[in-house]
């Protein structure tokens, strides 16, 4: 029994996690642009790996904000107007709780191939 394929795929979700905590941290900062993270099957297809952190250059929704118009240079028409994050709050907590229960079925797997080597142990010994 190998539990190598599991500790990848740890590694991988906990990665995903940490993109997806850093978008949510950054939803509500102009201009920020989230990220998602690509998965691949491992080597001889055991596991999970990440492939790539993709950013998501979708724009982000248009912010008014007329008090900035005072400092702002250029266009009289555009000197209130900034770009918000593109973050989606919804797809993050859908990221988040897909994460979790593979994070937490991957524990039970490791769990599972520890007790069973431990009752092999036992009817050997």
């Known amino acids: 029994m ?5 500790l ?8 995903s996690q940490q993109v997806t905590a850093n978008n949510l941290a950054n939803a ?5 642009k989230s990220s998602d993270v690509r998965l691949e099957t491992g080597p001889e297809g ?3 790996s990440v492939a790539q952190i993709h950013v998501n250059e979708t724009p982000g929704p248009v912010m008014h904000y007329p008090d900035l ?5 250029g266009d009289p028409a555009l000197r209130d107007v ?6 989606e709050y919804v797809r993050e907590t859908l990221n988040m709780i897909r994460d979790e ?3 937490a ?14 009752s092999f142990i036992d009817e050997i010994a």
């Open 101 to 103: 229960n593979a994070y």
């Open 46 to 48: 055991l596991g999970v």
């Open 105 to 118: 079925a991957n524990v039970k797997s490791i769990q599972t191939q520890v007790e069973l080597l431990g």
């Open 2 to 6: 190998r539990v190598d394929a599991n």
């Open 69 to 73: 118009s005072v400092q702002a240079e």
């Open 82 to 87: 900034v770009e918000g994050s593109n973050t």
């Open 28 to 32: 509500n900062t102009d201009g920020f």
């Open 8 to 15: 990848s795929a740890l590694d991988a979700f906990a990665i």
